[in-house]
């Protein structure tokens, strides 16, 4: 059986469907930002603020490295970070262990599901209106977009669902 990572934007729902896909097949979900909080003992925001992005990225590179050095030979969907794929080899490790699905949200879908999402905690959409959230959102996708298209499978906002999820992970 294969492995799925699920990447794209933040707020675009990797987690969301990486646990529903995982729950409907009986096989272990992992988030990658949610391994990083229990090994620091500390939220992704707190490691932004007192040590800033650099760090975060080193911390989340090794972190990705491991995971799939451990779970090489299991079955189990991943949910990255948003900026996961865009920094260090970290694309070329996703795709060599996994096949990579890019969720491919517009940002005006991302921008309704973050607002609405109170229990949100994400470091680099913090403090600001919904016009500079869909500013950053822009610049983000226009960064990380090469890093994202380098993916397995891309589906769009409309097709994703349950069937096409499972038809992606038992594809060969």
């Known amino acids: 059986m294969p492995n799925l990572t699920f990447i ?4 675009c729902g990797k987690t ?36 800033g992005e650099e760090h975060f990225r080193k911390l989340e590179h090794n972190m990705l490295t491991a995971f799939y050095k451990n779970n090489a030979v299991t079955n189990y969907i991943l949910a990255c970070g948003g900026g996961t794929p865009a ?7 996703i795709n060599s262990n996994s096949k990579a699905v890019f969720l491919d949200v517009s940002i005006s879908n991302i921008i309704k ?22 500013q950053l959102l822009c610049i983000l996708r226009d960064k990380r977009l090469p890093s994202y298209t380098k993916a397995s499978f891309s589906v769009t906002a409309q097709d994703i669902n349950l069937d096409n999820l499972k038809e992606i992970y038992f594809y060969e």
């Open 8 to 11: 794209g934007l933040p707020g």
């Open 113 to 134: 599901q973050l607002t609405s999402d109170k229990q949100a905690n994400r470091p680099l959409l913090k403090n600001g209106s919904t016009e500079q959230l869909e």
């Open 16 to 51: 969301y469907w990486g646990n529903k896909l995982a729950q409907h097949l009986a096989i272990p979900f992992h988030d990658l930002d949610q391994m990083i909080e229990k090994e620091t003992g500390r939220k992704i925001a707190q490691i932004f603020a007192e040590h």
């Open 87 to 93: 920094f260090d080899n970290n694309m070329d490790i």
